[in-house]
């Protein structure tokens, strides 16, 4: 069975904190595929990013970085100078050759302050 | 703007009552997925099509939900008879194929928010 857990609810930082989002998953499969998304308050899931089981690099985008961790089976993912803007709930998700099927986490979701 | 195109964005029912939501999906994505996302969770598959056909209703409640999509392009879910556990949001999303789910990441819309009261 496929498995994401967002242990973080909610986070609150000021404005300009890092602010780090921490995705941890479960599967028995060798070839999975891991998301990131953001859903802000007017409702849709925008994506952020993709990270397949085989590509271990961290990825840097702008203010975005993602930490993937196969040992531990963790897919963190780290805003830098966090902006008003950045406030949603983030998801992660999971999908899998044999499943087929996403598998979202309960979401984490991020207030900033100014 | 979601380019996902979903209506209404509210829907205020009465338990017993139908209800159906639409969408639109990206042109020329042949894959269409309702999914509902009940408050603090994520959100879960209930029904995934392929042009028309659909692929995986596993997760659907037939025995009041149905779904459809009958040119392949737009779809409509129902509700009948509504009951209060069914409020929640229900979110359209489109991608280009389901063959390699990983490769085509989904698009949402906006969502239609469901409260049966």
């Known amino acids: 069975a496929q498995k994401v857990t967002q242990a973080q609810t909610e986070i609150s930082v000021v404005e300009k904190e890092d602010v780090t989002l921490d995705c941890v998953y479960e599967t028995r499969d060798t070839t999975y595929y891991l998301f990131w998304y953001k859903q802000p308050p007017s409702g849709e899931l925008v994506f952020l990013i993709r990270r397949n089981s085989f590509d271990e690099q961290n990825e840097i985008s702008g203010r975005y970085s993602w930490n993937f961790q196969k040992s531990t089976s963790s897919f963190n993912f780290t805003i830098t100078a966090s902006q008003v803007v950045d406030s949603a709930v983030y998801f992660c998700?999971?999908?899998?050759?044999?499943?087929?099927?996403?598998?979202f986490g309960a979401g984490t979701q991020v207030v900033v302050t100014p | 703007e979601a380019e996902v195109a979903q209506s209404p964005r509210y829907k205020i029912t009465e338990k017993s009552q139908a209800v159906a939501f639409w969408c639109d999906p990206i042109s020329g994505h042949a894959t269409l997925y309702w999914y509902r996302q009940i408050l603090g969770q994520g959100p879960e598959l209930l029904v995934q099509?392929?042009?028309?056909?659909?692929?995986?209703d596993s997760q659907l409640p037939k025995d009041r939900f149905s779904a459809e999509r009958l040119k392949g392009v737009d779809s409509t879910l129902k509700i009948q008879p509504a009951e209060l556990g069914d409020s929640a949001m229900y979110l359209c999303?489109?991608?280009?194929?389901?063959?390699?789910?990983?490769?085509?990441?989904?698009?949402f819309g906006n969502g239609t928010r469901l409260t049966v009261t």
């Open positions: 999303a489109s991608s280009k194929s389901a063959m390699r789910a990983y490769n085509s990441p989904l698009h």
């Open positions: 099509f392929q042009d028309e056909s659909v692929v995986d």
């Open positions: 998700a999971l999908i899998t050759d044999s499943w087929g099927k996403f598998q």
